[in-house]
T-cell receptor, first 114, second 114 residues
Framework: AQSVTQLDSQVPVFEEAPVELRCNYS??????LFWYVQYPNQGLQLLLK??????LVKGINGFEAEFNKSQTSFHLRKPSVHISDTAEYFC????????????FGSGTRLSIRP | DGGITQSPKYLFRKEGQNVTLSCEQN?????MYWYRQDPGQGLRLIYY???????QKGDIAEGYSVSREKKESFPLTVTSAQKNPTAFYLC?????????????FGEGSWLTVV
C-alpha cells in the first residue's frame, strides 16, 4: 500500500529565514509527486509537481522541491519566507497506473513570525 | 473564469437531516472528487467519478451519497447515517486522463451539525 508522511505537523519560522517542509512516501510502484498549498478557509492549489526529468522542481511563489528516489523523499524548500507564505502545505502522490488514486499527507502548518 | 464552484460555503444541519453540497465545474474535466478535511488528518477521499453516470467509493464513503448525471456537476449528499459530519468538504476535478495531471480544488464548504 502507498502512504505519504509529512514529518512535521507545524513549522514556525521567522520572516526571511529559509524553510524546509519534509515529505516521505512509501510505494512499491512508480509515483508522481505533488505539493499543494491551502490558505485559511480556502481550497488547495498546486505549488509544484514532479513527473519525470530533473529531480529539482521549481514552483510558484519561490518554492522548489527535490525528488530523491533513494530516500523516497520530496522535501519542499524556500530560501526566504514571507508572511504571506503562512498556510498549510500538503504533499501528495499519485500512482502511474491510477489517476484516481491520490494520496495526501496529513499536512504541515507553516507559521511565519515577523 | 474557469474553475470549480462549491455551494454553500457554510451550512448548518440538524441531527437526522440530509443535506446536499453542490459542486459545479466548467473546466470540461472528466474526473471529479469529494474530500473531507478534519484538523490534523489531511484529506480523505469520500467518492470519485471518472465519467458521467459512474462513480466509486473512496476511503470513507459510509453515510454519503453522490450522483453524476452531468459532466459538470457532482453533488454530495451527507445523510443522517453519517455520525460525525461536521467538517470541511472539498470538491475537486481533473482531466482524469493521466495520473500526472493536476487536480483543481473548489473553495470548500463548511458543514456544522447543530
Amino acid at each position: 500500500a502507498q502512504s505519504v508522511t509529512q514529518l512535521d505537523s507545524q513549522v514556525p519560522v521567522f520572516e526571511e529565514a529559509p524553510v524546509e517542509l519534509r515529505c516521505n512516501y512509501s510505494s512499491s510502484v512508480s509515483v508522481y509527486l505533488f505539493w499543494y498549498v491551502q490558505y485559511p478557509n480556502q481550497g488547495l492549489q498546486l505549488l509544484l509537481k514532479y513527473l519525470s526529468g530533473s529531480t529539482l522542481v521549481k514552483g510558484i511563489n519561490g518554492f522548489e522541491a527535490e525528488f530523491n528516489k533513494s530516500q523516497t523523499s520530496f522535501h519542499l524548500r524556500k530560501p526566504s519566507v514571507h508572511i504571506s507564505d503562512t498556510a498549510e502545505y500538503f504533499c501528495a502522490v499519485t500512482l502511474y497506473s491510477s489517476a484516481s488514486k491520490i494520496i495526501f499527507g496529513s499536512g504541515t502548518r507553516l507559521s511565519i513570525r515577523p | 473564469d474557469g474553475g470549480i464552484t462549491q455551494s454553500p460555503k457554510y451550512l448548518f444541519r440538524k441531527e437526522g437531516q440530509n443535506v446536499t453540497l453542490s459542486c459545479e465545474q466548467n473546466l470540461n474535466h472528466d474526473a471529479m472528487y469529494w474530500y473531507r478535511q478534519d484538523p490534523g488528518q489531511g484529506l480523505r477521499l469520500i467518492y470519485y467519478s471518472q465519467i458521467v453516470n459512474d462513480f466509486q467509493k473512496g476511503d470513507i464513503a459510509e453515510g454519503y451519497s453522490v450522483s453524476r448525471e452531468k459532466k459538470e456537476s457532482f453533488p454530495l449528499t451527507v445523510t443522517s447515517a453519517q455520525k460525525n459530519p461536521t467538517a470541511f468538504y472539498l470538491c475537486a476535478s481533473s482531466t482524469g486522463q493521466s495520473s500526472g495531471n493536476t487536480i483543481y480544488f473548489g473553495e470548500g464548504s463548511w458543514l456544522t451539525v447543530v
